[in-house]
């Protein structure tokens, strides 16, 4: 279903309910903004009215029993109540306050819900961020998202099966790809469309459109897809100019993480009692290197660490352990040297390192996976692509410089895979180990790669898999 066919069926959710009017889409920006406002006037109008009502009853009856000073205690405030309730009636109705209130955006050029000055990247959003609070009289739907908190619409609690479709139709429009109601192909030939498709998981989980090289349209649009690509090109890929940038896109391209895959299969291939001491050694020095323990003992255990890890191989890769502890010039000049100095940095700088490179050792444990470790190249591929784009769109790179690199990319990838699913099953594998255990993010990555394939609009099924790959750009 597209977008325009989402939106009808979220306004026919809410049909009848107290969220019904709630809603406006702005077509010419793309932006649906929920006004969560009717559903807090509702409850101080019902708040005061069943108060006061009840207080001028009591007043009535006590009144009636022939207390009159006991009545005026209740019938004053019971009067004061309605009034109230009949104010905010009259200010709602003939007043522009009900526009003080703030309304939530999901705007689509940007793929991000925003209030005030809070953005949250769709991509960031997940099922259980629209959770729901009971009250006396309503059910409200909240986001809670670490960076926003805000009611989004209220039912009141007669409403129980509109209240949730209106929350399923509403993830929906949030899970949806920005490719399913891209704006056409952005002036791009097919052979840059497949080249943008090669590398589409890694553009759409982040929230960029899967149409075009550089920024979505729109002036707001560019701004954050320039702010957010400098973001991700500092955290994590440490990119602070061009030259580490290229430095990064370089580093995926000859090892990138499929080389740890490779390391780590040869691994998982060893006897269960070899697995066992290198797993159990592992764990102890890194339990060293987080209490800052590094006496001579450390270092011998790190050496012994890096011959079982390097296997036959292990004495060559062991003997250069000290020189690059003492950081001496040339230590990582060599192939060994490179590989064992990338190993020590994720050891000592990443705290996580240890414990993910055991769960890849269980996960490769499965034959067929370790048997088609050596097919994870779009894992490190698909983010290369990705690079390049951001470097674009924060002004590091030329549009020409970007095709002419990823070019030979993307014929690649075309030789090294059958089809689009096929791609896209080794990038998932791919991701799964990198992760060490997937998290909460893989179901997201399968959910988005799944949406690419059957989408009736993704680029991978507008392009054919073996699209000839030659320059068709002027």
């Not at 003080?100 to 809070?118: C, G, Y």
């Not at 011959?307 to 004495?315: A, I």
Request: with cysteine; proline share 5%.
């Amino acid at each position: 279903m597209g977008q325009a066919g989402q939106l009808d069926a979220l306004e026919r959710a809410v049909e009848g309910t107290l969220a019904e009017g709630s809603f406006e889409f702005d077509d010419a920006e793309a932006v649906l903004r929920i006004e969560g406002s009717p559903v807090l006037t509702t409850t101080w109008f019902l708040s005061c009215g069943v108060v006061g009502v009840a207080l001028l009853m009591a007043g009535a009856v006590l009144s009636l029993a022939g207390l009159p000073d006991e009545a005026r205690w209740a019938l004053a405030p019971g009067a004061g109540l309605l009034g109230c309730a009949l104010g905010i009636v009259l200010l709602l109705r003939f007043t522009p306050v009900a526009a003080l209130w703030s309304d939530v955006e999901l705007r689509f050029a940007e793929r991000a819900m925003v209030h005030r000055r809070k953005r949250v990247p769709f991509g960031e959003l997940r099922p259980e961020h629209l959770v729901w609070k009971n009250g006396w009289f309503f059910r409200r739907l909240y986001v809670r998202h670490p960076s926003l908190r805000k009611q989004l619409a209220g039912f009141f609690g007669s409403e129980e099966r509109q209240a949730a479709e209106f929350r399923r139709r509403l993830w929906e429009l949030i899970a949806a790809p920005e490719l399913a109601d891209a704006p056409g192909d952005g002036g791009l030939t097919p052979v840059q469309r497949w080249i943008i498709a090669a590398g589409a998981p890694y553009g759409a989980i982040n929230g960029f459109l899967v149409d075009r090289l550089g920024t979505a349209p729109g002036e707001s649009a560019k701004a954050a897809d320039r702010r957010t690509a400098h973001e991700l090109l500092q955290d994590p890929w440490g990119a602070y100019d061009l030259e580490q940038l290229l430095g990064a896109v370089n580093w995926l391209v000859q090892d990138g993480h499929r080389a740890d895959f490779a390391r780590d299969a040869r691994l998982a291939a060893r006897p269960p009692a070899a697995q066992e001491e290198y797993g159990t050694l592992l764990r102890e020095v890194d339990a060293l290197i987080a209490r800052d323990d590094l006496e001579p003992p450390f270092v011998e255990r790190l050496i012994e660490l890096v011959r079982l890890r390097y296997g036959d191989e292990g004495g060559s890769y062991a003997r250069l352990v000290p020189r690059l502890l003492r950081d001496e010039p040339g230590a990582d000049v060599s192939e060994e040297g490179a590989e064992l100095a990338q190993f020590l940095h994720q050891l000592f700088n990443d705290r996580n390192h240890a414990s993910e490179e055991l769960h890849r050792l269980r996960v490769l444990a499965d034959p067929a996976l370790r048997a088609n470790v050596e097919r994870f190249l779009i894992w490190d591929y698909g983010r290369a692509l990705m690079l390049y784009r951001w470097g674009h769109m924060v002004g590091w790179l030329t549009e020409e410089y970007c095709w002419e690199r990823m070019l030979p990319l993307a014929i690649d990838i075309q030789r090294r895979y059958s089809s689009w699913r096929d791609m896209a099953t080794c990038y998932l594998q791919g991701r799964l180990l990198w992760s060490g255990g997937g998290g909460k993010a893989q179901a997201e990555y399968e959910r988005l790669v799944e949406n690419l394939l059957t989408e009736p609009r993704s680029p991978w099924n507008a392009l054919p898999w073996d699209l000839p790959l030659t320059r068709d750009w002027a």
